[in-house]
């Protein structure tokens, strides 16, 4: 078994993560950066199985290396050990690795809202499907839909385009007039403007509905046809794939089990991305849906602050000002109307892993009962899908994380210091 | 006439004292503060067992199982029922020889049980480590989910007129009232305390001796392998460890649940309230697992968790009335075996609080027994 | 064209390219990762490793998330998870 350690160690290689990582290692850090997937990236810059990363990431990543940054790819960090010394999982083994300081980038989920046939082969989440296409799943010529709520809805038509799909139309819960609002706001971000004006105008010719949402997928096996909303009107397609999901939720188990602060579902930081814990830092969507400018302002401020900077830039400090001013028009926005909890009917599945049906979930009033009678949120996933859905469809708060944070391996648990000799001589010979 | 009848707590024994003095014609009231399943029990493994670890702990634990299998048929697939059998394992001679006598012991007082050589072992469980000396086998034990057994219980009881009220903390008791948070103090004609480890802080007039000592025990859970384990295993030194006083300790015991999951203990510590999962001890638990199942290793864990057993001194739970407070009665104190035993429980308190011929000699249960703790801390 | 590796799926052999997941080789023919604990036909749903939809047994290992594995000559797969 390994152990490693670092003045700073950054959880998580998305855009967050690699400006910490680069900020920290420019500021002189001896850096390592985990992330559980096989290449730096994160979300929205995953690199595509069959060409080079996306530019931006690639001159990140370039500048940390120049610093030496250490990147543990595929190294899933899974528990704490104890303060500042975290327990990874990669394919040699586990590893134990210590850290100065240690910043959390760990992004976002997908909020997956249950509706009848949203189990079915075919439904994939919006994010879902695009990171599914950069791994070589094949769109070329699918009929796909794509619903549910937020912007991550308009970029991912658009990459499906690009890929030669057939996107027959994009549904958004949120009213016209909201998003109006807020397309409207984007005055005050010309480079955000720039990018929403080029993604419209790919989007053109692929009809756009609001105050609108999926109803029913059905299909024998397989999806097969869908059925959406569209005001007072409902609408059916034959298609291949729907992409669904319904916004963003930070991913913040892990500060959860470092005993950090989180409020409202996102991890509580000040000025300089401090955590609650002293010699913990977060950044990007973990501490709120803010997109992808904000999370890489907010790695570099956390990145250098973990590296011992006191103060941020002024001049990063008055952009992540107006990015976080744009995430809270962003959140209002796109809120999720409540006609949606109308969506899941008695006999819909809502945890995916135990197979338990919204009707067995109901009678109960508190959620760890309900928990616990049902298994629901009890399975591999852990409550990532089944978890943010019942916290909006019943003001359940989401499982507590606990150790491990993604299902590992009997042996990842056993630590190096556990003396395993003193268990092996027990048996005597008889 | 019967008595209007409150229970403190909606564990499993709570919930087994409430069915059994419904059914019996009490109008019961079960009063939880938080929801029922939400203690001890909603951390448990579920493992129905008799134990020869002394004659009053052998009857309470076999008059359990004989209640819980009459109920096999009827619940078997709401309570996740798996007749497992518990086996015993031996690591060496001497304990093979411990096993021999348990054998022994068990077949005067009736019970079916089964000594397996090291041949016989590795047939029954082919995941056992090589070397192992054997094991012994107790063909009538199994396992149930407890939250299930919480459930169905109470379900019982309401189906004879019992009112289950969650939410609703108790500040203090006493012979035949209660007190809520808020206030509100109600009279019963028994009241019966099976609150778990708050069960001291209860009691208005306080029990001279009485404590409760917390016992924590981490459990992990595997993902599904159905078939890859057949019995509830549990290493025969395992009571060294259940009634050590070792600061902390962990022990073999695994379970196979219905679902094809495995559920991994055990461990004890006895002086921590910290409800946290600790790295440290779960390691040691896994670890010591692992050297009987070595394979257990390549497994997926999906969740860990702790919960607290309320321990008694000399390793008896309390079952009976209150000396000197007519109408109150406690029912508590069982450690790691609530579950298994809280059938026989409910059955001695019904006896006891209308008055009937007790299935068995209640002596060594009673409350008027902690008045010698103190001498002995 | 891209370099073509064999892939063995519930013993029915699959040529498909290389570097892409086996979530994506299942997908493109078909074919779902695991059937649910009631019995119901799963495909992967989130493609980052978030949902377990997508476990099948590689290799002999049970539970694997066939998002996280790029596709090896010879890697085999069956979808009874
Ligand atoms: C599926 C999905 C697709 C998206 N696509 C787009 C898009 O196309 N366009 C767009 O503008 N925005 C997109 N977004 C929004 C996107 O999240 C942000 O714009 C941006 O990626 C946020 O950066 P981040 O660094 O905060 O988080 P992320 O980019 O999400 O990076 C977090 C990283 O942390 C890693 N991680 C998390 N926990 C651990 C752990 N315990 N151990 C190790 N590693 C861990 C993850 O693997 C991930 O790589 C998407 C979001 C999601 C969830
Ligand atoms: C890790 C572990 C494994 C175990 N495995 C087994 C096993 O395999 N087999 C077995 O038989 N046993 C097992 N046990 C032991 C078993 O869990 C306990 O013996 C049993 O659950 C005790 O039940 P109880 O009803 O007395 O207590 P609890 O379940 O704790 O119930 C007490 C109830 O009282 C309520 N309460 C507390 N204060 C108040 C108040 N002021 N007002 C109202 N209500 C109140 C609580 O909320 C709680 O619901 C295990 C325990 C642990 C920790
Ligand atoms: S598709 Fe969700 S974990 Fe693989």
Avoid at chain 2, 77 to 84: D, G, K, Q, R, T
């Amino acid at each position: 078994m390994t152990e490693l350690s670092a003045d700073v160690v950054v959880v998580g290689a998305g855009p967050a993560g690699l400006a910490a990582a680069v900020a920290a290692a420019e500021a002189g850090a001896h850096v390592i950066l985990t992330d559980e997937q096989p290449a730096p990236g994160g979300q929205i810059w995953r690199q595509p199985w069959d060409a080079q990363p996306p530019a931006p990431s690639r001159e990140l990543w370039r500048r940390a290396e120049h610093r030496g940054v250490r990147l543990l790819p595929e190294t899933a960090v899974f528990g704490v050990q104890e303060a500042r010394c975290l327990r990874a999982a990669s394919p040699g083994g586990a590893v134990t690795i210590r850290a100065g300081a240690i910043v959390l980038a760990t992004g976002a989920l997908e909020r997956m809202l249950p509706f009848p046939g949203w189990t079915l082969p075919g439904v994939f989440a919006a994010g879902g499907i695009q990171a599914l296409a950069k791994s070589g799943l094949e769109v070329a010529g699918k009929r796909i839909v794509v619903a549910g709520s937020g912007p991550l809805l308009l970029a991912v038509a658009a990459f499906l385009k690009r890929q030669g799909a057939v996107v027959l139309g994009i549904f958004e819960q949120a009213e016209a007039m909201a998003v109006a609002r807020f397309a409207g706001s984007l005055l005050l971000h010309p480079g955000k403007l720039r990018q929403a004006a080029a993604l419209l105008g790919e989007l053109t010719g692929i009809p756009g509905h609001h105050s609108a949402w999926p109803v029913r997928a059905e299909g024998t096996g397989w999806l097969e046809r869908l059925t959406v909303r569209v005001g007072d009107q409902e609408q059916s397609f034959e298609l291949d794939f729907l992409a669904c999901s319904f916004g963003l939720v930070p991913v913040t188990g892990l500060a959860e089990l470092l005993g950090c602060r989180v409020e409202s579902g996102a991890v509580v930081v000040d000025r300089q991305q401090r955590t609650t814990v002293p010699a913990v830092f977060a950044a990007g969507e973990a501490t709120g849906i803010g997109g992808v400018d904000s999370a890489v302002i907010e790695g570099a401020i956390a990145g250098a602050a973990a590296a011992g900077s006191m103060d941020p830039a002024p001049s990063l400090d008055r952009r992540r000002n107006r990015e976080q001013a744009f995430a809270r028009r962003l959140a209002l926005a796109f809120r999720l109307r409540p006609e949606l909890k109308a969506l899941c009917e008695a006999d819909t599945i809502v945890c995916r892993c135990e197979d338990v049906r919204f009707g067995a979930l109901i009678r109960y009033g508190d959620a760890r009962e309900a928990r616990l009678a049902t298994r629901c949120g009890m399975g591999p996933c852990q409550g990532r899908m089944c978890g943010p859905a019942l916290n909006f469809l019943r003001g359940w708060p989401l499982p507590r994380p606990a150790l491990p944070l993604i299902p590992v391996t009997a042996r990842a648990l056993v630590t190096d210091a556990t003396d395993r000799t003193a268990s092996a001589t027990f048996f005597r010979e008889s | 006439m019967l008595p209007d009848v409150i229970v403190v707590g909606a564990g499993i024994v709570g919930a087994a004292v409430a069915e059994a003095l419904a059914v019996a014609g009490c109008r019961v009231r079960v009063l939880e503060s938080a929801w029922p399943g939400s203690g001890s029990t909603g951390a448990a493994m579920g493992h129905l067992l008799v134990l020869d670890d002394s004659e009053a702990q052998w009857r309470l634990t076999r008059l359990s199982r004989d209640l819980w299998d009459a109920r096999a048929d009827q619940w078997g697939a709401a309570l996740e029922w798996e007749s497992c059998g518990t086996v015993w394992v031996a690591a060496d001679g001497e304990e093979l020889e411990l096993a021999r006598r348990r054998g022994a012991w068990f077949a005067e007082r009736g019970v079916a049980s089964e000594l397996l050589d090291q041949v016989a072992l590795r047939a029954a469980e082919p995941n056992l480590a090589a070397g192992l000396a054997g094991g012994l086998r107790v063909p009538g034990d199994s396992v149930i989910y407890p939250p299930a057994a919480v459930r169905l219980l109470l379900e019982g009881a309401v189906r004879h007129g019992a009112t289950i009220a969650a939410g609703t903390p108790v500040k203090r008791a006493g012979g035949g009232w209660v007190e809520l948070t808020n206030g509100d103090r109600l009279p019963a004609g028994a009241v019966i305390i099976a609150a778990g480890l708050a069960t001291p802080e209860l009691l208005a007039t306080p029990v001279e001796g009485l404590a409760l000592i917390p016992k924590k025990g981490h459990l992990a859970i595997t993902d599904r392998y159905p078939g890859w384990l057949r019995h509830q295993l549990v290493e025969l030194s395992y009571l060294k460890s259940a009634h050590g006083s070792a600061p902390s300790s962990v022990a073999f015991n695994v379970q196979p649940r219905a679902t094809g999951q495995i559920l991994i203990g055990s461990s004890r510590q006895l002086d921590t309230l910290d409800p946290t999962v600790e790295p440290a001890t779960l390691s040691r638990m896994l670890a010591r697992a692992a050297t009987y199942l070595p394979r257990l290793e390549t497994l997926t864990i999906l969740r860990t968790w702790v919960g607290f057993r309320p321990a008694t001194p000399d390793n008896l739970p309390l079952i009976g009335p209150v000396p000197g407070q007519p109408r109150l009665w406690l029912a508590t104190g069982h450690e790691g075996i609530g579950v298994a035993t809280a059938l026989g429980t409910a059955a001695l308190i019904r006896a006891s609080v209308l008055g009937e011929a007790p299935p068995l000699d209640p002596t060594p249960y009673a409350v008027d027994r902690v008045v010698g703790w103190m001498a002995h801390a | 064209m891209p370099e073509m590796v064999r892939l063995v799926v519930d013993g029915l052999e699959l040529q498909v390219p290389a570097g892409i997941t086996v979530a994506a080789a299942l997908l493109n023919r078909r074919l779902v990762a695991r059937r649910s604990v009631g019995g119901e036909p799963r495909a992967p749903l989130c493609g980052m490793g978030s949902c377990f939809e997508c476990r099948a047994t590689v290799d002999g290992r049970p539970h694997t998330r066939t998002c996280m594995v790029r596709v090896r000559n010879g890697l085999d797969v069956r979808t009874d998870d």
